[in-house]
């Protein structure tokens, strides 16, 4: 047989069962089997023949034999006779085949049924995943038949309607209106769009981030990340040099209602004075100034941190309101909000829920009512069909504003009958946009007007907005207004808000400004004939605000939904503008404009340490809800760039500060934000293939996706510990139990009360007046509720955010490798070193603590989240003085000690592989020995198990990670944000020179280069 033959034959063989055989050509065994049809039976052929004289020259060809068992015959190569022009003659190897005279009937049939048996199960059983319809030819495929069965053969109809009865190749359920034109309308769009904010809460700038955003969910909100085209280098420039927009709406509001004292008696354990300011500041309680705060479980300062909130007090218009009924809002991140509004109750006592008296959206439609109007009759299936409601009768579709997901039926509000205060959940019940950089003056005077005073003489029973007349009538009120106009009218002029005093708060009633946009977006500039009068402008920036102009109408929550309520809409707006006489021209509404009540909140910025002070200040904009885009539109066209979580992120590095809740590990939020990331970086770290990701094993990583802080501290403390015990040993008795007792804390006892005392929430040894007043216990009763708080919770982890000893430890380092005139002050200076006699009473206090710190590289490099912050050695040092272009050690190579284990692990996997193959007899004979599944896995490249030391594993003592790092460009190199031990540092620092006190080393995950870099502690 040729090549091309036997190509052919085995091409025709290919999908035939294994106990049907063919040899070569067209074959057949003894007449009796059959393919492809090539041949017939033999007596039907004789049957067939018109000449008898063949028939007689085919038997005298053939010969006779013994008749033999005949599945012996089959199983034999046999050869059929061919009919060519001269009679039957033998086949292409020219010899004759002897044809049985006689054959069974029983076993003839037996061996025909097993052929049928295997012919049917090599066509019902599937090869490929294909369809049937993928089957056929392409000749005879048609389109239609991937979803009409009367498209195929008969013969495979019934194939492929089992197929198509799968679940895999169901039809999706079409939408009640199909074509695009409906799904379009304006109503069934914002059907479309109350039902995806059923589980996910959508800001009411939502649609317009979604086409312009990459969009995350996150704390249970759809919030933009970051913009898609290439713009950060873009958003630094606007937040440096011209304004940064950012809608901040997803920040949670809780108010507080009732008297002053009770308010700051129940509030006042879950602050310390020694963090910084609490809700008792002078400034801030007159409603003058926003505060900021960290808050803590009650009485359990400096741990259980609950997160940092901001907060402002309704200002006193009248002196006479001091003590009675005052409201505060406190502003928090939404994963803060459930641990800090449970502690809130727990404080104010307030356990009984009340009804809501908060305009709550509709409730949405629920599943079964869905499915009620999906369901059509038969008789309408396949006709066109109209709404029951179209018409005059029709109800219009109210869009959901404010939390989509709150359940009306749960309580937004509980009141205490012991204190009388009630606490409010007021999340998305106003707008928080937030403009960052020095024109935010200039956009938000150009984009916002002041509201025009209406006069007696209008009907105040048409106007929807009947609370501005009724306000107008009053002279007082009319004269704040004026006054509240002029001060927001000299901002204009002023070139930065980094001038005005921190966190000034002013309060204004506007006008639409939809009126007010311009024709083109264009880009404001600074004015300056509005700030001729210096002396009110030097008057602003010396005092701030008066406090009487911080009032506003947005704390009254009937006036909110007032406004909300009455809003024009934008097709409204747009028919009587397009029936002005001049195109273009101004349009006065009258008193059918919306009156606006705003409260304009100045952000500090950069507050800490010298350089760059103020950068990154702004104002924040609260507005009632259901007015998002009508304030967003303008502020853009007015030439803000917008920027989301990620221009966040940014801010607060460029700014120094901590991150929330990325950077507040010992916060609740903090821990479940961590362990999140780490999932996310591990997933994305096991998609890469083995060879193209890094061996951190090798490169002595132990964990490159967390920060174990726990086992640092705990670490630190034993090291300490261990290296103090030789000097102890070889003191003399005397000493040895005098420094026992200073080193090692204990329980405070009457006379060491004052030392112990900021731990239970109250003042130092060293506090004043002032912070005396903050007490609410006993010294001694709440320094015994902490030593017990140690024993219930088992964790002493904390960070260190004691104003006193920030400064210290500030000295201590010194200042930043850049700030060259503050390094000449710190060397004049007569600060005392850092002996460990000093540090012994910070150690006492917080033995497991952390402190946020901030690095500069002295060199090149790009720091990277969770890079190792490490303590040079004195050869590194001596290297450094030597080579001042010297850019670091590196780290030698690691052995992996689970590469065997792995290569086990493969091993198992493959034997696991070939017995799911084996008959299920012999898995389950398998199945009594010992679990290969049992083992743990193992990924190459990252440490199992426990951590083991995380201080000693590499060459260099390892002080802290990095939370927060890249390259700076404010300063033209890279910085870094994060936290070290408390007492690493303070034991680096004591055994440092003082020519290179406040060095360390910086080294990435995947990288085994060091690096130099300068620490310092900015308070």
Known sequence: MSNAKERKHAKKMRNQPTNVTLSSGFVADRGTKYHNGGGRHFHQAQKQEPFPGTSRQRQTKMTHHSPVDPDVKEQSSSKIMFKKKGGWKAGPEGMSQEIPKYITASTFAQARAAEISAMLKAVTQKSSNSLVFQTLPRHMRRRAMSHNVKRLPRRLREIAQKEAEKAVHQKKEHSKNKCHKARRCHKNRVLEFNRRQKKNIWLETHIWHAK?????????YCLGERPTVKSHRACYRAMTNRCLLQDLSYYCCLELKGKEEEILKALSPMCSIDAGLTFAAVHCLSGKCQGSVLLYRANRYPREMLGPVTFIWKSERTPSHTSESRQLWIWLHPMLKQDILEE???ACQCVEPIKPTICTPGPLLTTSEEKSQTELPDEKIGKKRKRKDDGENAKPVKKVIGDGTRDPHQPSSWISAATGIIISDLTMEMNRLR??????????????????????????????????IETCKNPDSVSLHHRQEAIFELLG???SPAEIPSGTILGLTVGDPRINLPPKRSKVLPNPEKCQDNEKVRQLLLEGVPVDCAHSFIWNQAICKNVTENKISDQDLNRRRSELLVPGSQLVLGPQESKIPILLIQQPGKVTGDDRRGWGSGWDILFPKGWGMAFWIPFIYRGARVGGLKESVMHSQYKRSPDIPGDFPDCPAGVVFAEEQAKNLLEKYKRRPPAKRPNYVKLGTLAPFCCPWEQLAQEWESRVQAQEEPSVASSPSGEDSDSRRDKLPCAPTPENTDLWSDEGGTSLSSCSEPREAMDTECPARVGTEWVACQDATGSLLCVLRSRKWLKQLSTWCGPSSRDKRAARRASGSGEPAPTRAACLPLLERFPRALVWVSLALLRKGSPEPHSMICVPTEEDFLRLRQDQLYCGPQESKHSDPFKSEIRKQKERKKVEKRQNKQA???????????????????????WSGPLPGVT??????????????????AVGGGEALGFVSLTGLLDM???QPAAERGLV?????????????RIAVEV
């Open 212 to 220: 312009r955003f990459h969009m995350v969910k996150k704390w249970g």
């Open 344 to 346: 809130l109750k727990a």
């Open 435 to 468: 403009l960052i950089g020095p024109l935010s003056h200039s956009i938000l005077t150009e984009a916002l007007k002041a509201a025009s005073v209406q006069t007696e003489g209008e009907d105040t029973e048409k106007t929807p907005h009947h609370w501005w």
């Open 493 to 495: 002029g002023i070139t």
């Open 920 to 942: 299920p007899t012999e898995r389950e004979g398998l199945a009594g020995g010992p679990p290969a599944a049992g083992h743990q896995a193992l990924t190459l490249g990252l």
């Open 952 to 969: 000693s594993h590499c060459s260099r003592v390892l002080l802290g990670f990095v939370t927060q790092g890249d390259f700076s460009m």
């Open 989 to 991: 620092l004591s055994t």
């Open 1001 to 1013: 080393l910086l080294r990435a995950p995947a990288s085994p280069q060091y690096r130099f870099a």
